[in-house]
């Protein structure tokens, strides 16, 4: 790594990576699959849209059930996106291609007249 780029790196220049306790990137990982899995498991129609990264962001992968209920997880980038959705037999879309779909909106809607 160039030392410009450790100014800017999140990890500790010691070259320590998490704090002691903190889940291993592996944990993380199977931890998503999981949770995208038992929300596709659990829900009927459920379909996924890839979100591209934001300069906050980074590539999400959401999942939106036919009532409109939605669920979303950081991913490393598209392509694995699409692996996942594969992986669980689901339908993906691209947001910037389609946009998100009507139901979410009225989802969203409800829940915040609550």
């Not at 038992?38 to 979100?51: L, N, Q, S």
């Not at 059930?65 to 991913?75: D, F, L, N, P, S």
């Not at 392509?79 to 909106?105: C, H, I, S, W």
């Amino acid at each position: 790594m160039s030392r410009l780029s450790q100014l800017f790196s999140r990890k500790p220049a010691n070259g320590a990576g998490a704090p002691a306790g903190a889940p291993s990137t592996a944990d993380q990982r199977r931890a998503t699959v999981e949770h995208l899995a038992d929300f596709a498991r659990t829900r009927v129609g459920v379909e996924a849209y890839i979100e591209p990264p934001t300069n906050d962001t980074p590539t999400t992968l959401m999942l939106i059930a036919t009532t409109g209920e939605w669920t979303r997880r950081r991913v490393p980038d598209a392509k694995t996106a699409r692996k996942v959705a594969e992986q669980l037999e689901l339908p993906v879309y691209d947001v910037n291609f389609t946009g998100y779909p009507q139901r979410m909106r009225d989802w969203n809607s409800k829940q915040r007249k609550r």
